[in-house]
């Protein structure tokens, strides 16, 4: 879907020379002012057009208008149900104050809702604006297609560095907004499509509000294998699992748990979402790898290591030597399994016998929701359902015979917006290296050999710890069954 700018009847155009001559300004300002978004004009091939009476608004100091092409009261009305605030009174707004309205109102649901993300995007003629809640899109307001690259242009302004004059190349900026006393980071991205552009925005609470290791809400024996292991003095521990496992927030409350006076903790990041009173925080951007940083932090005499993520085959390589130094490193990693990410590890370079002596822990998570308390009900799993289940539990760590089977359904209600789902829990599992493992890793061998020996050793799987949520009636099986199937 291209954007076009409502065209005004028997409205004067100007040519570029025209249009700066009437502003007596110099042709950098006046691109600057183009780009910023403060003008808009008119590409007639490749020369650009601008209408008088916008030239004339900009010269008296008033703010770029929109003529929308669609009504966008609906959009509006249905945003504010969202945000849980009253409509507002829209007859007497210009378009240009209903686009910024609708706008904030989408930041002001996506707070309210507890949303981490907001997307909006164009499906045919339908436009989507859609909250990534506990991990799941769902759409919040569907409405005409022709009002995403107006509501677009709005997101540009509000970061104040993106260009609304390019649309077919990628923009992101990082902006702090604060609302209801909560002060977040956005990260918007602004993606071009076939159809038109995109726009993500990522919200970031300014400061992490998480507690200690129980905040996980992590079980035997998993949460004790944890706790063991960041009270090291030496060693590593790596946290894997996809994007939007919680991966990133687990790593920030192990971080939270060993942040004390006494320790001095540098960690390593390519992007910082989150401010850590304590911690040295190093970004990682241009020059600066992360390999270039951690040589940099060993020089820096820390008692911990934080590098946000084993990303390079050098930075995989340095960090067992370095936990054989006499630091504990922390670190995040994308593998589907703990003992996939061994596997990854020597794969990226890191000598086999590194591996075994360094690291003294790895985690795998994946985040499954939780029923809501107020309209879940009994559920029947059938007969395919139980059988996965089983084979979860036997052979992930559990006794099957011993399992509780409580086992619930979501239905939906008002209280948790009709997805039946309320909050978030972790399905881990955490494999610890003990001599017999480390001896596997030197001799390359398989993941399901290295998995098998830990679960003989008391590791119980993600799928196992799944497989017990549902059966105590926390989550349902079906969920349990989509969220933690590893491939």
Request: net charge positive.
């Amino acid at each position: 879907m291209k954007t076009k700018q409502t065209p005004q009847t028997g409205a004067e155009l100007l040519s570029m020379d025209e249009a700066i001559a009437r502003l007596k300004t110099t042709r950098p300002t006046f691109y600057r002012w183009l780009k910023t978004g403060k003008l808009k004009g008119l590409k007639a091939g490749r020369q650009w057009r601008f209408y008088a009476t916008d030239v004339d608004r900009f010269l008296k100091g008033e703010a770029l208008r929109w003529d929308l092409p669609a009504d966008i009261s609906p959009l509006i009305n249905a945003l504010a149900k969202k945000a849980g605030q009253p409509v507002p009174a829209t007859a007497s707004l210009s378009d240009t104050e209903r686009v910024a309205a609708a706008a904030d109102l989408a930041l002001g649901a996506a707070i309210a809702l507890g949303a981490s993300d907001i997307h909006l995007d164009a499906a045919g003629d339908q436009g989507r604006i859609r909250y990534r809640i506990a991990g799941t899109l769902t759409v919040a307001a569907g409405f005409d297609a022709h009002l995403v690259p107006p509501l677009i242009d709005q997101f540009k302004r509000i970061t104040g560095v993106c260009r609304l004059d390019i649309r077919d190349l990628p923009q992101d900026a990082r902006i702090p907004y604060e609302r209801g006393g909560k002060a977040f980071d956005i990260r918007m991205a602004f993606l071009p499509s076939w159809t038109g552009e995109t726009m993500n925005a990522r919200l970031m609470p300014r400061e992490l509000a998480v507690g200690g290791l129980e905040w996980l809400g992590l079980r035997e024996p998993g949460s004790l294998r944890l706790e063991r292991a960041l009270a090291a003095r030496s060693g590593m521990v790596v946290m894997t699992g996809p994007t939007g496992s919680g991966k990133t927030t687990a790593l920030y409350v192990a971080i939270n748990h060993v942040n004390t006076p006494a320790k001095k903790i540098v960690a390593i990041e390519s992007e910082i979402p989150y401010a850590l009173p304590g911690v040295v925080q190093v970004p990682v951007r241009g020059e600066v790898t992360f390999a270039a940083a951690l040589r940099a932090a060993l020089r820096a005499d820390p008692n911990v290591i934080v590098i946000g993520e084993l990303v390079d085959g050098e930075t995989v390589s340095l960090a067992p030597k370095a936990a054989m130094t006499g630091h504990l490193v922390l670190s995040a990693m994308h593998a589907t399994s703990a003992a996939g990410a061994i596997r990854r590890m020597v794969e990226f370079g890191a000598s086999p016998y590194d591996v075994g002596e360094s690291v003294r822990l790895v985690t795998s998570q994946r985040i499954v929701r939780k029923l809501c308390p107020d309209c879940r009900v009994k559920d029947t799993p059938s007969a395919d359902q139980l059988a996965w289940a089983q084979q979860a539990a036997t052979g992930g760590g559990l006794d099957w015979k011993a399992l509780p089977r409580k086992f619930m359904k979501s239905t939906g209600c008002a209280k948790c917006g009709g997805t039946g789902f309320k909050g978030r829990r972790v399905a881990f599992e955490a494999l610890e290296v003990t001599p017999a493992v480390a001896k596997l890793i030197r001799e390359g061998a398989a993941d399901d050999a290295i998995q098998s020996l830990a679960v003989k050793q008391g590791m119980v799987t993600m799928a196992a710890d799944g497989v017990r949520a549902a059966c105590a009636g926390e989550t349902s099986l079906a969920e349990v069954m989509v969220e933690t199937s590893v491939s």
